[in-house]
């Protein structure tokens, strides 16, 4: 089997009325919400961490992350719990979500470049494009959304 039709599995999630993706093999376990211990001297978007079996896992709000407007949580938002590489090695984070969607398998040479203009979101979190018979989705590089530093600063 070549490289462009080998097929990767994602995850996809809802944030504001979108579709996003990750890796499934980077998800660790989903999760409903429940209050977190916040972390003093964080940036907003790191809404806190959870203690999950004696690991403390910083959980980010990709709303926040992203720019999007706020929303209050409700019982469907959810955490995804996601095992990253960074330089720092591999770490566990979570991520908040509107609600998790579906399974996609995806053929490697069907995820279309990021577009440099008109996406809401930073283009360096995403690894590219979806375009499927009902919905576009956006695949997220989950190792960039919290940057070494970044996780630094919580483990500190």
């Given amino acids: 089997m070549s490289n462009d039709s080998k097929i990767e599995q994602f995850l996809t999630f ?3 009325g979108e579709a996003y993706g990750v890796e499934i093999l980077k998800v660790q376990e989903i999760r409903g919400w429940e ?3 916040n972390i003093p001297n964080t940036p907003d978007f790191i809404k806190g961490a ?18 999007m407007e706020k929303t209050e949580y409700s019982p469907v938002t959810v955490v995804i719990v996601l095992c990253v590489e960074n330089t720092q090695g591999s770490n566990v984070m979570g991520i908040v979500a509107d609600a998790v969607s579906d399974v996609l398998e995806i053929k490697l040479d069907e995820i279309k470049q990021s577009p440099k203009l008109g996406s809401k979101i930073d283009t360096r979190y995403m ?9 576009m989705v956006m695949l ?9 530093e970044e996780f630094a600063g919580i483990s500190a």
């Fill in 35 to 37: 209050p977190v211990r």
């Fill in 140 to 148: 997220l590089d989950s190792d960039k959304l919290l940057d070494s």
């Fill in 50 to 67: 959870l203690n999950l079996r004696g690991s403390i896992v910083p959980i980010i709000d990709l709303r926040e992350r992203f720019g």
């Fill in 14 to 16: 809802e944030l504001a």
């Fill in 127 to 135: 690894r590219g494009m979806f375009v499927g018979n009902k919905q």
